[in-house]
């Protein structure tokens, strides 16, 4: 799952080229994760439709931050915000901030709709949310920035705890579009047979052909409705949960890397 060069992230940008913040550290954690570490100092930013989504938590100082136009409402540390793909948003930096940023592809938001959530990523939406509460998720910030991400050694945590991140907004933070009709795509029985039989499966060699069967359609039709449902194609999605599969056993066994990657489908 790839996410584009980190300085295309347009929030990342934003705040790139401003004179008045300094990033301290940035790293992408694959499968389309990226973190970033910021000080910001009497500032204003704009972000304008990015399309990426953006979890952002006040590490530091932070309580003359406020979003344009709404001047009574104002930052501290620990507080959260929640920044979809495809939003505007303008803010005011009066004095410091210390802020952490983690940014996730839609590509990322679809698999745990689907797989979190049992619903097709098309219907749900990301809810943009500022100076949210949340003390468990605020923990998890700073756990982050305490890890190095440039050590190897700590690249399998520091990718766990980002996608417990994405995970925890995911079943907190989203909500159904509204008015939304769905045309296309898979009946919900075929969606929860395909991830259930791809669960049970990771190890074996499985083929478009064999998944588009499953649902008495051809290959192209099925690629394009499977797109539909999922939100990525049939590959990413496949690949996705092998290294998903792959990264809690690390976690969680003592077992040998060969044995994982046979378990998780890599050796063949």
Request: hydrophobic content about 40%; charged content about 20%; glycine content about 8%.
């Amino acid at each position: 799952m790839v996410m584009p060069a980190i300085e295309s992230i347009q929030v990342f940008q934003a705040l790139n080229s401003s004179p008045n913040a300094n990033l301290e550290q940035s790293a992408p954690l694959g499968d389309g994760l990226v973190a970033a570490l910021w000080n910001n100092r009497h500032d204003s930013q704009e972000y304008h439709a990015p399309t990426h989504h953006t979890l952002s938590c006040y590490i530091e100082d932070g309580t003359g931050t406020f979003r344009r136009g709404r001047p009574d409402q104002k930052g501290a540390p620990g507080k959260l915000c929640i920044l979809p793909a495809g939003h505007e948003s303008a803010w005011v930096v009066n004095g410091e901030i210390r802020l952490a940023h983690l940014y996730f592809s839609p590509e990322q938001f679809a698999l745990g709709c689907v797989t979190l959530l049992d619903r097709e990523p098309r219907e749900m939406q990301l809810r943009e949310n500022t100076f949210l509460e949340d003390p468990a998720q605020a923990a998890r910030f700073r756990q982050l920035i305490r890890l190095n991400w440039a050590e190897p050694g700590e690249r399998l945590l520091t990718s766990s705890l980002a996608h417990e991140m994405v995970s925890h907004a995911l079943l907190s933070q989203v909500g159904l579009r509204e008015g939304l009709r769905l045309k296309g795509g898979l009946a919900p029985h075929l969606r929860r047979h395909l991830v259930d039989f791809i669960e049970m499966h990771l190890a074996d060699p499985l083929s478009l052909g064999q998944l588009a069967g499953m649902c008495a359609l051809s290959e192209y039709h099925f690629a394009r409705m499977f797109r539909e449902s999922f939100g990525l194609p049939p590959h990413q999605y496949l690949l996705a949960r092998r290294i998903e599969q792959a990264r809690q056993l690390l976690r969680s066994t003592g077992k040998p890397l060969g044995e994982i990657a046979l378990a998780c489908g890599f050796a063949r």
